[in-house]
C-alpha cells in the first residue's frame, strides 16, 4: 500500500547548506574493527540509573520498555537468529507509526530476508514526532535510542559493526539528526524525505549516507525536501563523508517498488569500511534513479 506522507514544515529552521562515489561488491574492503583487539559493547542503559535491567525484549510489540524518566513503545521484528544480527531502526513520519512504516514499506522485511534486527519505535507525539531539533545530547529520543541499542546488545549481543538507521518525511529528519548525534553508533545512514537540519554539521564520525527524495515535487506546503536534501548532501561533502543520491519522481511519498536497495546500501557498509566500496560506480541493482552525486 502506498500513500503520501506529510511532514508540516512550514515553521522549520532549515539550515541550507551543504558526496560520493560507487563500486564492485567484489572489491576488497576492510573495517576499523577488523583491527580491534576487543569486541566493543554496547551503550550504557539510562535504567541503569534506578538500578534496572533491560527488559526482556521479544518480537512484536514491547510497551512500557523503560527509557530515561519515561517508558516507550516499539514494535521489534526478529530474523530466526537474532544473535550477532545487524540492527536497522525504522522512524515514522508526521502522524503515522510503528505499525504504519512496517506495514507500508518492505523494511520489516529486513528480519526474515536479510537476517537483520528492525527496531520501529513509536514516537512521544510531539509536534515534530521527534527531537530533530533539540540539540541536547541527552533528548529522550536520543536517550530511547541509546537504550534500544543496548538491551539489544545485552540480550543479543547484535553486530555493533552493522547499526543503521532510515526513516521517512519526519522520521527521514530524525535519521539525519541521529547520523549527526550518535554517529559513533551507526555505521551508515539512509534518510527518506529528510534533510538539511538547523544544527552546525560536525558529526564525531564521517559515516557515509544514501538520501532518498521524490524530486522537485518533493514538497510539503511551500517546504521543499528536494532543496532541504541538495543541502544535506552539500554539508556531507564538505565533511568528506560518502554520500549517494536515489531520486525518484514520485513526490512526498515512499520511494516506489520496494526499500530492498536500502539493504544493499547497508550491508555494503559496516562500521569503518574502507575503501568506500562504492566510491567508482553504484551497484547495478540499484534502481534507476539512484546515482552518484552530480551524475
Known amino acids: 500500500m502506498r500513500t503520501v506522507f506529510l511532514l508540516g514544515c512550514c515553521g522549520l529552521m532549515l539550515a541550507c547548506t551543504g558526496g560520493a562515489e560507487v563500486q564492485d561488491s567484489d572489491t576488497d574492503t576492510e573495517t576499523d574493527s577488523d583491527t580491534d583487539e576487543e569486541k566493543r559493547e554496547g551503550p550504557a542503559y539510562s535504567g541503569g540509573n534506578a538500578g534496572l535491567d533491560c527488559p526482556s525484549l521479544t518480537a512484536g510489540r514491547n510497551r512500557e520498555f523503560p527509557s530515561g524518566d519515561d517508558t516507550r513503545e516499539f514494535i521489534l521484528e526478529l530474523p530466526a537468529e537474532p544473535n550477532g544480527a545487524p540492527v536497522v531502526f525504522a ?76 526513516g521517512m518525511s519526519a522520521g527521514g529528519m530524525w535519521t539525519v539528526t541521529l547520523t549527526h548525534q550518535r554517529s559513533e553508533w551507526l555505521a551508515a545512514s539512509a534518510p527518506l524525505s529528510g534533510g538539511a537540519t538547523s544544527m ?44 549517494a543520491h536515489c531520486v525518484h519522481s514520485e513526490g512526498h511519498t515512499l520511494p516506489p517498488g520496494d526499500e530492498d536497495y536500502l539493504w544493499t546500501f547497508f550491508e555494503s557498509h559496516p562500521k569503518g569500511v574502507n575503501p568506500e566500496p562504492w566510491a567508482e560506480a553504484l551497484p547495478s541493482s540499484l534502481p534507476s534513479w539512484c546515482s552518484l552525486k552530480g551524475e
Open 91 to 166: 522512524w515514522h513520519w508526521l502522524g503515522g507509526s510503528a505499525d504504519r512504516i512496517l506495514g507500508y514499506s518492505t523494511i520489516g522485511a529486513f528480519a526474515e530476508k536479510y537476517n537483520a534486527i528492525v527496531v520501529a519505535p513509536e514516537s512521544r507525539g510531539l509536534t515534530y514526532e521527534w527531537d530533530t531539533f533539540e540539540e541536547d545530547d541527552h533528548s529522550p529520543d536520543l536517550v530511547l535510542f541509546d537504550d534500544l541499542l543496548s538491551c539489544l546488545w545485552q540480550q543479543y549481543e547484535v553486530d555493533l559493526d552493522r547499526v543503521y538507521a532510515t
Open 200 to 243: 552546525s554539521w560536525n558529526p564525531e564520525e564521517a559515516i557515509p549516507v544514501l538520501l532518498t527524495w521524490g524530486g522537485v515535487t518533493d514538497l510539503y506546503g511551500s517546504f521543499s525536501f528536494h532543496d532541504s536534501s541538495l543541502a544535506l548532501s552539500e554539508q556531507l561533502t564538505q565533511n568528506e563523508q560518502f554520500v
